[in-house]
């Protein structure tokens, strides 16, 4: 893995973003919740409108606060007010910043969000995946492997046992989906096509495609620590890079 890992930050701060840097923000939606209106106000009509088809009122305001502070945390990168970022999609859905025509490489970003907690990756002229899960105590983790994970993955996981065995398969799952995410490709990709190959450590990993038995050099995938009881990985193309962590602070206040 040629990441190296700076641990989680309390930071408003926000050093330079050079090709070699991958800044990870960590964010607490339910210390967000007085900011709701405001950050709604920042959502293109189109988010608006999305936010408005949720049935759930804990998954729209997820979505609301979630996507608000995206735009946010995307801001202090471009040259842009939040509410001014435009966004484009790619074949599988893939959100970018929309390219402008100055030349300069491209802002790339990636957003996952779990019950309260959300992430956003960003990184300069390489593309990055994240994937956050909240650990469900009650996960059937070895059936679950066996339907979705390589044949060496669920083996791995039917190796260990109780809380251990469920750590592993949300170790697999947030890497695989970050690497997904990543790339661009969704689910047309399945999670069974390709494996992860973890250090000893369990950190850091690289993938490989279970079909051709070649391995993705453009690509490696680093487990996070962001709390207990959660999941969390990222995906990066790319070479050597520093993976810097920050968590974030109410946003208007």
């Known amino acids: 893995m040629a990441a190296v890992l700076i641990p989680l930050t309390d930071s408003i701060s926000i050093p330079?973003?050079?090709r070699r840097d991958v800044h990870v923000w960590s964010c607490d939606l339910s210390g967000q919740g007085c900011d709701r209106a405001a950050l709604a106000s920042l959502l293109s009509p189109d988010e608006q409108q999305r936010a408005a088809r949720f049935a759930f009122e804990k998954d729209r305001r997820r979505f609301i606060l979630s996507h608000g502070w995206l735009r946010v945390i995307l801001s202090r990168y471009v040259a842009e007010a939040p509410a001014q970022i435009q966004f484009e999609t790619g074949m599988h859905g893939k959100p970018a910043v929309h390219?402008?025509?100055?030349?300069?490489?491209?802002?790339e970003f990636s957003l996952s969000h779990s019950g309260h907690y959300a992430l956003v990756a960003v990184?300069?002229?390489?593309?990055?995946?994240?994937?956050?899960?909240?650990?469900r105590p009650d996960v059937d983790a070895l059936k679950l492997a066996e339907r979705f994970f390589a044949p060496l993955e669920s083996e791995r996981i039917a190796q260990a046992h109780g809380e251990e065995q469920a750590r592993l398969?949300?170790?697999?799952?947030?890497?695989?989906?970050?690497?997904?995410?990543?790339r661009g490709v969704g689910l047309t990709l399945g999670l069974d096509r390709f494996e992860l190959l973890f250090d000893d450590g369990l950190t850091g990993a690289t993938v490989r495609s279970t079909e051709s038995g070649s391995l993705d050099r453009d690509w490696s995938v680093q487990s996070l620590q962001i709390d207990q009881h959660v999941a969390s990985a990222i995906a990066i193309e790319g070479g050597a890079c520093c993976v810097q962590m920050f968590t974030a602070p109410p946003v208007f206040r």
Request: aromatic content about 12%.
């Open 16 to 18: 330079s973003l050079s």
């Open 99 to 107: 390219r402008g025509s100055d030349g300069e490489p491209p802002i």
């Open 123 to 135: 990184a300069n002229g390489r593309a990055v995946g994240v994937d956050v899960e909240i650990c």
């Open 169 to 182: 398969f949300y170790r697999y799952w947030t890497g695989k989906e970050a690497y997904l995410k990543g």
